[in-house]
C-alpha cells in the first residue's frame, strides 16, 4: 500500500551516499597516516597514543637540539692546558709616579742606572733586588713590592730559574715559571706590569756543553714572558743585537749594558 504523501520521503541518491562515505574514510585515513608514530617511536610508546608519540619525539628533537648547538654568545671551552695570561689594567704613568724593580743581581748591579733613568724621566724608582735569587725566591721581595703599591712594577727575574731548570732541581720546569710568573705580576692588579726577558745567546765560551740546554730553557721562558705579558723589556734582543754589552760571563751587563738595561725598562713603563 502506498504512503500517504505527507508521510513520502524521496530517497537519497545513491551516488550522493557513496560520495559521502568515500570522502569520510579518505579523511580517516589521513589523519590515522598524520598520528601514526614513527618505526622508532612506536615500540615506546605503543600503539594507544599514535599523537602523544609524535608530540613526544617532537620535543625530545628540539631538546637535544637545544643542546647540541653552541650558543653564539658563549665563550669557547677552556683547553686542557690553558695559557697564563697575565692581566693588567692600563695605568697612566704620570711624572712623580713610584716605579719599583723586583730583580737579581742583574738589576743590583744596574741599581744606580735604573734609578738614574727613571728620574730622568720624572719617575721615582725603587730596586729590590738580590743576588742569585730565582723567581721562587723571591716571595719576600715581590711582597716588599706590592706593599709599596707602586704605580709600575718591573720584574727582572728568570735568569736563575733557568739554571735551577737545566740542573733539574726540585720545581723548577718552564710550566713552573708560567705559573708563578701570573702569580707574582697578581699581586699588582692596579699597576702597570712590566716584565724582563732573560738571555738566550750564551755560547761554549760561557756555558760550556750546557750551552744548547740553557739557550733552550730560556728561549721557552721568554716565550711565555713575551707572549702573556702586557708590556716587555727585551734584553734578549738588546744582548743578541749588541753582544759587547754583556762581561764575560754572558749574563751581566757591562757599564753600557746597565744603561741599556735601564732605558729599555723605562721604554717599557711609558709604554703602559
Known amino acids: 500500500m502506498p504512503l500517504p504523501p505527507h508521510l513520502h520521503r524521496p530517497p537519497r541518491p545513491r551516488r550522493r551516499v557513496l560520495t559521502s562515505k568515500t570522502l569520510i574514510l579518505s579523511v580517516g585515513l589521513l589523519v590515522a597516516a598524520a598520528c601514526a608514530p614513527t618505526q622508532g617511536e612506536s615500540s615506546r610508546s ?15 628533537t628540539s631538546t637535544v ?42 738589576s743590583a748591579r744596574s741599581a744606580d742606572q735604573i734609578k738614574a733613568a727613571f728620574a730622568a724621566a720624572g719617575l721615582k724608582a ?31 727575574l728568570g735568569t736563575n730559574d733557568v739554571s735551577s731548570t737545566v740542573k733539574r732541581e726540585a720545581g723548577y720546569t718552564e710550566a713552573a715559571f708560567s705559573t708563578g710568573l701570573a702569580e707574582a705580576t697578581g699581586r699588582f692588579p692596579n699597576s702597570c706590569v712590566v716584565v724582563t726577558t732573560v738571555s738566550a745567546n750564551y755560547t761554549p765560551a760561557a756555558k760550556g756543553t750546557g750551552t744548547a740546554a740553557v739557550n733552550r730553557v730560556a728561549t721557552q ?51 703602559c
Do not use: C, Y
Open 46 to 60: 605503543g600503539p594507544s597514543e599514535p599523537l602523544e608519540s609524535t608530540t613526544r619525539l617532537a620535543t625530545t
Open 65 to 106: 637540539a637545544s643542546t647540541t648547538t653552541p650558543s653564539t654568545t658563549s665563550s669557547p671551552p677552556s683547553t686542557t692546558a690553558p695559557e697564563v695570561t697575565i692581566s693588567t689594567p692600563k695605568v697612566p704613568v704620570p711624572p712623580g709616579s713610584t716605579v719599583v724593580v723586583v730583580g737579581d743581581s742583574i
Open 126 to 156: 725603587t730596586v729590590i733586588a738580590d743576588p742569585g735569587l730565582t723567581l721562587q725566591e723571591s716571595t719576600s721581595n715581590i711582597a716588599k713590592a706590592a706593599a709599596l703599591n707602586p704605580t709600575a712594577i718591573v720584574f727582572e
Open 221 to 271: 721562558i721568554n716565550g711565555t714572558i713575551r707572549s702573556t705579558s702586557p708590556h716587555v723589556a727585551d734584553w734578549d734582543n738588546e744582548v743578541r743585537a749588541n753582544p759587547s754589552i754583556v762581561i764575560e760571563d754572558q749574563t751581566h751587563p757591562t757599564d753600557a749594558g746597565k744603561v741599556a738595561l735601564a732605558d729599555l725598562m723605562v721604554g717599557a713603563v711609558r709604554s
